[in-house]
């Protein structure tokens, strides 16, 4: 059965835009990506008024370190040595035993 809607409740992405103050590609790359949902009425699309009020964007950038791991430490001579002791090349291409 097809979800009834009020007309009222939708807006057009650029109505969007102004109210989220981005541009209108913006909005359009949120309802590909499917963070936003769109009808189509009349060969163009619509999103619901409420829900691009309370978008929430998330949070960007790279994700945190996994704190579980762990981390390498550099030794005196400044190569850094793994966690498991074991040394890493050194820039001849020879190794040195972990002491």
Known sequence: MAELFNPADLISQAEAAEL??????????????????????????????????????????????DKSAPAAKKTATGRIRASNGTSTKKKDGSRKAAK
């Open 20 to 65: 989220r103050g981005v541009s209108r590609a913006s909005i359009n790359e949120l309802v590909t990506r499917g963070r936003l949902r769109s009808v189509v009425v009349g060969g163009k699309p619509y999103l619901y008024r409420a829900e691009v009020l309370s978008f929430e964007p998330d949070k960007g950038g790279r994700p945190p370190k």
